[in-house]
Structure formats: structure tokens, C-alpha cells
């Protein structure tokens, strides 16, 4: 038996500038964990391929090139974790298409076991840095974008490695159709407050809550994932906030 490719094999992709980006590493933390099992190996080399969304060397994602015509209705996901909210949103809504990123190579490999398993075309996967991905997509694209349970990075020194910053916040303001949505969820209690404040402060943004059970608890078109279903359990009250683009 031939022995399954190893990490190294499946870098991740990082855009033009992988050092820095607004002056902040794009890419922190680890790129992979236990050895891929071999199935999950040949999901990386066989399938993934098929479902890859790869810019160009300016950084650009041909919409059109990757679905096969310019999507009326596209959606995106910044950190997939296992793909489980991703391939949900892809079932249940087979009228849109959908990209994914993800830099961590098992939850990269796991997300494409769920699409090949539940046989979804309309989905395709990023491997490398989800900012990339939202600054990439043309200009008014997207009509939902999630961020989803980030990485807190709960130490102060590392708070300019959270995703959630005004830049991102920016370029998403960019990809985002005006009347289009921005998911954001996390279970962690300082993280709260910070994507709290730097989200709503965003002028081309406005939170649609009405009342508190608004933000404590999740859209009925809003599966929870393992990860969020283990933070319930452990006691940590999760935060979701749904934000509309507002008009220029």
C-alpha cells in the first residue's frame, strides 16, 4: 500500500503578500494536525481538485470560471472548521453557491469528505486564508458571508491576529451586496464584546437585532456545529449577531 501524501504536500494558499497584510500576519496557528487517514488523503488529492477555488495571481476569483456562469446568488464562509455548516448551507439551499476557506489542512479535508459524501455541486473550498477570499470576489458579490466561532486568540498580544478587525470589516464591506448579510457567532467571552464593538462601529453596516433573544439565539437556518454544541455544554453562552449591508 502506497503511503498517503504527508502535510507538507498540501500547502495552503496565502495570496500575493504571505508575510503580512495590513502591516498583520495573515496566517497564524497550525496549518495541520494528525496525519490524514487515507480516505481523507484522497479526498485532498482526488476530489478537492475539482472543488478548488484558486485565485489569480492578482489575487481574483473568476466567479464565472468556477461555477461555470456568474452566480446570481453567492455566498461565503471564512473558517469551515469540519465543513459541516458549509455542506448544511449548500443542502439546503441548492439556488446558491457557496466558497469556503479554511487554512487548516483536516478541517480542509474533512469539508470535502461532507460535499463528495452529500454529493453537493454547489460548493467549492478555498484551501488557505479566508481574507484572501473576501478580498478577491468582485466587488457587490456576495449576499451572505459567515464568520463563525473564529480562533479568540485570548492572550492581549495576540489580539491583532483575530480575524475580526476594521480592515476585515472593511473588505467585507466591499464583497457584500448592499441589503446583503453578515453572520458573525462566538462562544468566547472576551471575544464578544471586541467583535461587538468593531462590528457595529462599521458605518456600512447595521445590526438587525430587534430584541435580546435576537443575539442569544441562532436563525432557524442556522445549524449548530459540534464545535458550537461542545461550548453550549461546557457552559459558554454564544454570541450571534446578523448584520445588513446598507446602501452606499
Not at 454529493?119 to 466587488?139: A, F, K, M, T
Request: with cysteine.
Amino acid at each position: 500500500m502506497s503511503k498517503p501524501p504527508s502535510a507538507t504536500e498540501f500547502q495552503p494558499y496565502r495570496g500575493k503578500d504571505v508575510t503580512a497584510r495590513d502591516g498583520v500576519r495573515t496566517l497564524w496557528g497550525r496549518l495541520s494536525g494528525r496525519p490524514l487517514k487515507p480516505k481523507m488523503a484522497r479526498m485532498m488529492t482526488d476530489v478537492l481538485p475539482d472543488l478548488a477555488c484558486v485565485p489569480d495571481a492578482d489575487g481574483r476569483v473568476d466567479l464565472a470560471a468556477l461555477f461555470g456562469k456568474e452566480p446570481e446568488r453567492l455566498w461565503l464562509e471564512v473558517g469551515i472548521g469540519a465543513g459541516e455548516h458549509l455542506a448544511w448551507q449548500g443542502t439546503e439551499n441548492p439556488d446558491v453557491r457557496l466558497i469556503g476557506a479554511e487554512f487548516f489542512l483536516n478541517g480542509v479535508a474533512s469539508a470535502v469528505r461532507h460535499l463528495h459524501d452529500q454529493n453537493l455541486s454547489n460548493v467549492r473550498i478555498l484551501h488557505g486564508d479566508g481574507r484572501v477570499l473576501v478580498e478577491g470576489v468582485p466587488e457587490a458579490s456576495v449576499e451572505r458571508a459567515f464568520i463563525l466561532h473564529p480562533d479568540p486568540w485570548p492572550k492581549k498580544r495576540h489580539w491583532e491576529r483575530r480575524i475580526i478587525q476594521p480592515s476585515m470589516m472593511d473588505a467585507l464591506a466591499r464583497a457584500i451586496r448592499p441589503g446583503g448579510e453578515l453572520r458573525l457567532a462566538t462562544d468566547h467571552a472576551d471575544y464578544q464584546p471586541w467583535m461587538a464593538r468593531i462590528a457595529l462601529a462599521h458605518p456600512k453596516f447595521r445590526w438587525t437585532a430587534q430584541c435580546a433573544d435576537d443575539w442569544r439565539r441562532r436563525a432557524q437556518d442556522w445549524p449548530q456545529t459540534r464545535y458550537e454544541a461542545k461550548a453550549v455544554r461546557e457552559g459558554r453562552r454564544p454570541l450571534y449577531l446578523s448584520l445588513e449591508r446598507v446602501s452606499d
